[in-house]
C-alpha cells in the first residue's frame, strides 16, 4: 500500500468532491449546448439574435435550463468546498490500523 502514500495527500479525494466538479461539468456541457442551439437557429434565420436569446434567459420569468445550470453550478461548488473543507471528526485517541498507518 506505499502507492498511496506517493501519490500524495487524499484532500479532496471523497465522492462530495466528485459530485461538485460532476455537477459543474455538466452545467457547462448544458449552457455551451444552448449557446451553440440559440446561434444555429440564428444561422438558420428562425429567431433574431441567439446570444441575446440565450441571455434573455436569465433574466426572464421562466424555468429555464440556463438557470438550472446556474443552480448546478452552486451545487457543485458547495459539494467542492463541503468536500475539501469539512472537518474529520475525532472520535478518540486512534486504533491500531490508524496508527501503524500514521507512525510508518
Known amino acids: 500500500m506505499r502507492w498511496k502514500e506517493e501519490i500524495g495527500s487524499r484532500r479532496g479525494r471523497n465522492w462530495m ?3 461538485g466538479i460532476l455537477f459543474i461539468v455538466t452545467a457547462a456541457i448544458i449552457m455551451i449546448r444552448n449557446l451553440v442551439l440559440f446561434n444555429i437557429q440564428h444561422a438558420a434565420g428562425l429567431i433574431e439574435d441567439g446570444t441575446q436569446q440565450f441571455l434573455d434567459n436569465f ?6 435550463n440556463e438557470k438550472f445550470a446556474v443552480a448546478m453550478i452552486a451545487a457543485g461548488g458547495f459539494l467542492l468546498y463541503w468536500g475539501y473543507f469539512k472537518k474529520k471528526e ?4 486512534p486504533d ?5 498507518r500514521f507512525n510508518r
Do not use: F, K, L, V
Open 17 to 19: 468532491s466528485a459530485m
Open 59 to 64: 433574466s426572464n420569468g421562466q424555468i429555464t
Open 96 to 100: 491500531e490500523h490508524e496508527w501503524r
Open 90 to 93: 475525532d472520535y478518540g485517541p
